[in-house]
C-alpha cells in the first residue's frame, strides 16, 4: 500500500500562485510514476502531469504546459505541482496519484490521494 497526503490547495485570483504538495508513504518500489490529476465540476478527471522517479522526466497536458512545473523531493518522498498565471479554468479537485512501473501514463494509476481544492476566481 502507498498513501499519498496532498496539501496547498486554496482560492486564489486569476493569475496568481498556489504550490501543492503530495506527501508519499508506504510500500517502497524500484520503479514508479507520481502524477497530478483534476477533476471540475461536471467533468471527468484528467491527466494534468506525470514524473518519472528513475529519472525526473516529466510529461505535461498542453493544457498546463509552460503554466505549472512538477518537481519532486528524494529526501521527504514528495512531490510539487506549482502552479502559476492560474486561470478560472484551473479551477478543479487535484489529485495526486501513483503508479508503479517506469510509463508515465494519463490513466491506470493504483493509488490516490484525498484531493485538495483548487479556485481560481476572475
Known amino acids: 500500500q502507498v498513501q499519498l497526503v496532498e496539501s496547498g490547495g486554496g482560492l486564489v485570483q486569476a493569475g496568481g500562485s498556489l504550490r501543492l504538495s503530495c506527501a508519499a508513504s508506504g510500500r517502497t518500489f524500484s520503479s514508479y510514476v507520481m502524477g497530478w490529476f483534476r477533476q471540475a465540476p461536471g467533468k471527468e478527471r484528467e491527466f494534468v502531469v506525470g514524473?518519472?522517479?528513475?529519472?525526473?522526466?516529466?510529461y505535461y497536458s498542453d493544457s498546463v504546459k509552460g503554466r505549472f512545473t512538477m518537481s519532486r523531493d528524494n529526501a521527504k518522498n514528495t512531490v510539487y505541482l506549482q502552479m502559476n498565471s492560474l486561470k478560472p479554468e484551473d479551477t478543479a479537485v487535484y489529485y495526486c496519484?501513483?503508479?508503479?512501473?517506469?510509463?508515465?501514463?494519463?490513466?491506470?494509476?493504483?493509488?490516490w490521494g484525498q484531493g485538495t481544492q483548487v479556485t481560481v476566481s476572475s
Open positions: 496519484a501513483f503508479r508503479s512501473g517506469g510509463l508515465v501514463l494519463t490513466s491506470s494509476y493504483d493509488y
Open positions: 514524473i518519472r522517479w528513475s529519472d525526473s522526466r516529466t
